[in-house]
Structures are given as C-alpha cells and as structure tokens.
C-alpha cells in the first residue's frame, strides 16, 4: 500500500466526521429555529439525498472521462462554501426554511459528484491489486463506523453549548481538512483511456446495462435499496419522535446515535477477521439481517423513558454492527465485479439507488409520521424492515463462497 492511501484515508475520516455533524445539525435547525413540521423535516431529509436520483448516473458517467481527485477537490470545496454559509446566514437573522431547503439541496449536488469519484479512486491508490479491496473497504468502514460514533455526540454537544446553524462551521472545517489532504496526495492517478467518440446516453447505458446484468450486482442494488430505505425512515422518524413526544434534548439524541454506532465500529474492526473465517455469503446474509431486525426493538420499545431510551440504543447498535460489516463485504463485491473503466458508472448506479431510497425513506418518515403518528409509523417501519429478509434469504449474494475473480 503506497503511503498515499493514509494521507486519503485520514482526510475522509475528517470529512465522515463532519458529515455527521451536518446530518444532525440541519434538521435540528429547521426544527428548532423555524419549527418545522413532520412532512417539512423529511423534506429536507428528502432533498439532502435526492440529487443521487436525479445526477448520479450522469455524474458517474463523466467522472470516469477525468482524474477524480479533481473532482473531489473542487467539490469539497463547494461544500465547504454551502455549509459555511448557513450559520453566517443564521447570525445575520437572513436565513429562512426555504433557503435552509435550496442549500441542503446543493449540498447534496455536490456530494453526488464526489461519491461517484472516491469509491473508484481509493483502488488506484494501491494500484488496483484486488487483494487489497477488502483492506481499504475495512479501514474505510472503520472511519464510517467512527464518524458514526463520535459524531452525532459531538453534533448534540455543539448543538446544546451553541447552536444548530453554529455547529455546521465543524462540518465546513472537515471539508477544509479534507482538500489539504487530496492536494498532498503525490501518486499520479491513471489517465482514462480515451475513446474514439464519447456519447453520454450510450455511456450510461453502460454502466446501468453492468449492474443490471451481472446477477451479483443486480442483487445488491435490490437489497441496497431496500435496507437504505429503512434505516432513513427509522432515523428520521425516531428523530421527529424523540424530539416531539420523548421530549429528548439533542445532547440526549446525540448520545443515542453515537453510542449505538459503536456497533458499526465494532462491525469494521472485526470484518475483515470474520471474512477470513467463514463464507462471504454467510457473513453478508447474517450482517444485513441485523440491520433489518434492529429496528424491531424500537417499534415493541414501552415504559418508562429510560427503558425507551435503552431499547432505542440497543435497536441502532444492532442495525450499525450489522451495517459495519455488510458494507465492507458489499464494496468489495462491488470492486471486485466491476473493471475499471467502469467503475464510476457502477457506483453511481449504486448511489442512485441507495440514496434514492435514502431520499424516499426520508420523505415517506416525515409524510406518514404526519398522518398516523410517530409511535405508528415506527411500528409499520419495523414490519417493513424485517420483511425485506426474504428477499435477504433469496439473494445469490447470500450463498457466495468468496470474492469472484
């Protein structure tokens, strides 16, 4: 592994960090400072992923046309301008929810360039050896994971000792961070191979036509989908439910999310060590099957708060555990399956459909929680959840041996 991996590594752990700060702060913004209603928080929810719908495929397509790591420069730091600007907005009494609405959005036009790009730059960075795709999925899953952990406490305490729009200067300073990290990065990254007419519609034909038809991929873009639209519509959900009928200060809310995502961390530490040990299909069937069940926990979840509370905690470290170790098995299938040339269309078609049930599972928290009520609404995401484990137990996915060659 060449010594530029770590300089990458470290940026994005920064960068993850600060994302979380963002992923708590802003709604915590529209609710606290314009008291924003249940179908306006997922909304906003919906409109922070569902630029991956609209531009991922495109994006993608031209992503693998140039060097990435000057796309992900340029777009750390368009970032890094959006998500400043909202608290200067907030102290000089001009920001509105419309507003707050119009910048998520762009923000999340920006993080689809740079998704598309990171993914298939990291493999350049040990130059492509397919040995090494479960090491750097490990050590990226581990930063996910820790992100997960420190970062909603750390969003809860800035968000309690200053504001919700104050706390999102953390998140612009990561992306700071991150730019000073891809500019030290000294290995030159392989030129794409030009080819003799570029034709965008036909290029991303390509990469839908890869995933589409490669059974493993079509498998876990299904999949993928399904449990990414549970576990946005359980967060925003229990987000809207601790605060409105748990009456849950954000320190409080904070504390939850991070130490339920010690479950992630535990999850990548320890993937890489259970891959080795027993069959990838085994591991993936039983990670995804945690994340599934977690949110069961939540809907049977009575009694006092503190019983709540702890159910709740207990819910979210399981769905993370299991979410730290099928990630690194689903991206490195995702490598693993896919050639380089394509590897930016394939990811994209992936961010499009993640975040895409990101995006709706965000929409549908805040629509349904509005006309059954928080309790309800977490109960029919529960039994929607554990259902999507047929599908689990039918997937080829599941009865995979080891990695394809």
Not at 260 to 283: D, E, K, Q, W
Not at 341 to 356: D, I, K, N
Request: charged share 10%; net charge positive; aromatic share 8%.
């Amino acid at each position: 592994m060449t010594a530029d991996f770590p300089k990458f590594w470290f940026g994005e752990t920064v960068s993850l960090l600060g994302t979380q700060v963002s992923n708590l702060a802003l709604p915590l913004t529209a609710i606290s400072t314009f008291h924003a209603s249940n179908a306006e928080v997922g909304v906003l929810r919906f409109l922070q992923l569902a630029p991956y719908i609209g531009f991922a495929l495109v994006f993608g397509a031209w992503a693998d046309r140039v060097r990435r790591r000057h796309v992900m420069i340029a777009t750390n730091l368009v970032r890094m301008a959006l998500v400043g600007v909202v608290p200067a907005l907030a102290a000089r009494h001009e920001l509105s929810m419309p507003l707050l609405l119009v910048i998520a959005c762009a923000v999340g036009v920006a993080s689809v360039m740079f998704d598309v790009s990171w993914m298939p730059y990291a493999p350049t960075l040990v130059d492509g050896d397919e040995r090494r795709y479960v090491e750097i999925s490990a050590k990226m899953g581990m930063s996910s994971s820790a992100s997960d952990v420190a970062g909603p406490g750390l969003a809860g305490l800035l968000v309690s000792v200053l504001s919700a729009p104050t706390a999102l200067v953390v998140d612009a300073c990561s992306y700071a961070v991150s730019v000073t990290s891809l500019l030290a990065i000294r290995k030159q990254e392989p030129r794409p191979t030009p080819t003799a007419q570029r034709n965008l519609p036909r290029e991303i034909r390509e990469g839908l036509a890869w995933v589409f038809g490669t059974r493993i991929l079509r498998w876990l873009a299904f999949v993928g989908f399904c449990c990414n639209f549970s576990m946005i519509t359980v967060w925003t959900m229990f987000l809207l439910y601790g605060t409105q009928e748990l009456h849950l200060a954000a320190s409080t809310l904070g504390a939850i999310f991070a130490t339920a995502s010690v479950g992630g961390l535990i999850g990548a530490m320890v993937s890489r060590a259970v891959i080795a040990r027993f069959r990838l299909g085994r591991v993936y069937f039983c990670a995804q099957t945690a994340l599934l069940a977690g949110p069961t926990l939540i809907a049977v979840a009575g009694g006092p708060k503190a019983v709540v509370v702890a159910l709740v905690t207990g819910s979210f470290f399981t769905t993370y555990l299991g979410l730290g170790i099928a990630n690194v098995v689903i991206v490195s299938l995702r490598q693993a399956a896919t050639p380089q040339a394509l590897l930016s269309r394939m990811t994209a078609c992936f961010r499009m459909l993640l975040f895409g049930g990101g995006a709706l599972g965000g929409l549908t928290a805040g629509l349904l929680s509005g006309a059954i009520g928080d309790r309800d609404a977490l109960i029919a995401a529960a039994v929607f959840s554990a259902a999507v484990v047929v599908a689990l137990a039918l997937s080829p996915v599941s009865r995979l041996r080891e990695l394809p060659a």
